[in-house]
């Protein structure tokens, strides 16, 4: 279930968003083929430790988060993959692997990929394994803040 928090934050600026319903996916790929759209427009959300401050990661599906890269882009000692045992607590009201980008709900920092920039749209997980949102890539960023740097081999500023 799309989570409340997402919805009043979304409703509350106004931000004309379109939920997507599919059947169950664990994956970022196969939820972009269960919602019959493309991988590169569904923004997957990785969870990042840096220097051990927790961050949200958002990249293409497709893509994979390079942690020598992402450290060097970001000038910081240690860069490691969280584990689920350290953040789902974070988002209590969240499927874990299925939090929105929304960083500045959680009262956390977001770093985006700058091949998400190429599109007009996104679609993102809404908080469960059965819906996604889409919404303008410009709302996301009005929204959101996201500091926009290199994250993956695949990312070309």
Same mark, same amino acid.
């Given at each position: 279930?799309?989570?409340?928090?997402?919805?009043?934050?979304? #409703?509350?600026? &106004?931000?004309?968003?379109?939920?997507?319903?599919?059947?169950?996916?664990?994956? /970022?790929?196969?939820? $972009?083929?269960?919602?019959?759209?493309?991988?590169?427009?569904? /923004?997957?959300? %990785?969870?990042?430790?840096? #220097?051990?401050?927790?961050?949200?990661?958002?990249?293409?599906?497709?893509?994979?988060?390079?942690?020598?890269? @992402?450290?060097?882009?970001?000038?910081? !000692?240690?860069?490691?993959? $969280?584990?689920?045992?350290?953040?789902?607590?974070? @988002?209590?009201?969240?499927?874990?692997?299925?939090?929105?980008?929304?960083? &500045?709900?959680? #009262?956390?920092?977001?770093?985006?990929?700058?091949?998400?920039?190429?599109?007009?749209?996104? $679609?993102? &997980?809404?908080?469960?394994?059965?819906?996604?949102?889409?919404?303008?890539? !410009? #709302?996301?960023?009005?929204?959101?803040?996201?500091? %926009?740097?290199?994250?993956?081999?695949?990312?070309?500023?």
């Amino acid at each position: 279930m799309m989570t409340q928090r997402l919805t009043d934050f979304l #409703d509350s600026r &106004n931000v004309r968003y379109e939920k997507l319903t599919h059947t169950t996916s664990y994956t /970022a790929q196969g939820t $972009a083929q269960a919602a019959h759209i493309p991988v590169k427009e569904l /923004a997957k959300t %990785v969870m990042v430790k840096m #220097d051990g401050k927790m961050v949200m990661v958002v990249l293409p599906a497709s893509y994979r988060v390079d942690l020598e890269l @992402f450290k060097q882009a970001t000038g910081v !000692k240690k860069v490691e993959l $969280a584990l689920e045992s350290e953040f789902k607590q974070l @988002f209590p009201e969240c499927e874990i692997g299925a939090m929105p980008p929304f960083g &500045n709900l959680y #009262d956390m920092e977001v770093f985006c990929s700058p091949q998400l920039v190429k599109d007009e749209e996104i $679609a993102f &997980n809404a908080g469960s394994h059965t819906e996604l949102i889409r919404i303008s890539y !410009k #709302d996301f960023v009005d929204l959101v803040s996201p500091t %926009v740097v290199r994250l993956s081999t695949g990312d070309h500023k």
